[in-house]
C-alpha cells in the first residue's frame, strides 16, 4: 500500500517526466512577496501583464534610445504645477447625490 502511494506522488509531481530534474514545490515567502491578488489596471488579460513582466526595462538589456521611451513617464508636468483634481461630468454627479439619499 505505502509503495503505490509513492508511486501515485511520484507521479503527480511537476518533474514526474523529466529526467535528471528536480523542481522544489515548497513556498517559497520570498517570491510570493512579488505576486500580485489582483490585475493592475490598464492589463486585460493575465498572460499580457506577464509578458510585460518579462521584458526587462534595464540600460545594460535596451538601446539607449529605447530605455529612455520605456521608463519615460506617461504624464510631464513642471516643478510646482498645480493639477487640479478630476471631476465628475453632471450626469454622473447627479447619479452620485441620487445615490447618497
Known amino acids: 500500500k505505502a509503495a503505490r502511494e509513492k508511486a ?3 507521479k503527480a509531481r511537476a518533474d514526474a517526466d523529466l529526467r535528471r530534474v528536480v523542481i522544489s ?4 515567502k ?9 490585475l493592475p489596471h490598464g ?3 493575465r498572460e499580457v501583464y506577464e509578458g510585460a513582466m518579462r ?4 540600460s545594460d538589456v535596451n538601446t539607449d534610445k529605447s530605455f529612455r521611451d520605456l521608463t519615460r513617464p506617461k504624464v510631464l508636468k513642471n516643478a ?22
Do not use: M, Q, Y
Not at 521584458?55 to 534595464?58: C, E, Q, R, T, V
Not at 454627479?93 to 447618497?100: G, H, L, N, Q
Open 43 to 45: 492589463f486585460e488579460s
Open 55 to 58: 521584458h526587462p526595462l534595464g
Open 80 to 101: 510646482g504645477a498645480v493639477i487640479r483634481p478630476p471631476t465628475l461630468p453632471k450626469s454622473r454627479k447627479r447619479k452620485a447625490a441620487d445615490a447618497a439619499k
Open 8 to 10: 501515485r506522488a511520484l
Open 30 to 38: 520570498k517570491a510570493a512577496a512579488f505576486n500580485v491578488e489582483h
Open 25 to 28: 514545490e515548497r513556498f517559497d
